[in-house]
Every structure is written in C-alpha cells, then in structure tokens.
C-alpha cells in the first residue's frame, strides 16, 4: 500500500508564494504520472496540474504562468511551487498518482490565500 503525505500549505496573502510537498512512502519511479488536484468548498476536485514519468507536464489554465510542477524520484517527491497567489486559489490540495490502472490519494493539505 502506498501513502502519499502532503505538506506546506498554509495562510498567505493574494500575491504570495507558497510549496507543497508530496512524499512517497516508497520510490515514485513507477508511477505513470503524478499530479495536484484541489477542492474549494461546495466545489468539486479539479485537476491542477500533473506530471509524467517521463517529465512531461500539464496545467490547468487557471494556473499557467504561476505554479510549476516538479518531481525528485531521488526523494520519492513531488513538488508544486505557487506563485502570484490569488483569493480563487483557496482550496484542499491533493497529492494524486497513478500506477497501471490504480489511482492513489494524499490526505490534502489547506491552502489559503487572503485578499
């Protein structure tokens, strides 16, 4: 069973920065892609942004330009470095990776950012 845990998220104001960290109980290497997803209240989970095995990326237009995804297989981590912070962005943030056909979750960790 594998366990991902997050951490760094945290209270900031709207143009601010902040890094999330997901780790791995085990080596990410085998995991066909990792990503973040968020959860604002009353909303459903959105994907934010994902990562290949490979280094390939994707985001969601509302993030391009301002977070970057990043992996380091040697730390069994992934990171998601926000920047330019906005209210909107206010949300749960979910570590998530895949591996075949099997989906695996984080816990979350809160983001917020203040006006």
């Known amino acids: 069973q594998v366990q991902l845990v997050e951490s760094g998220g945290g209270l900031v104001q709207a143009g601010g920065s902040l890094r999330l960290s997901c780790s791995a109980s085990r080596s990410i290497f085998m995991f066909n892609v990792m990503g973040w997803y968020r959860q604002a209240p009353g909303k459903q989970r959105d994907l934010v942004t994902t990562i290949t095995s490979g280094g390939s990326t994707y985001y969601a237009d509302s993030v391009k330009g301002r977070f970057t995804i990043s992996r380091d297989n040697a730390k069994n981590t992934v990171y998601l470095q926000m920047n330019s912070l906005k209210p909107e962005d206010t949300a749960v943030y979910y570590c998530?990776?895949?591996?075949?056909?099997?989906?695996?979750w984080g816990q979350g960790t809160q983001v917020t950012v203040s006006s």
């Open positions: 998530n990776a895949i591996e075949m056909a099997r989906a695996y």
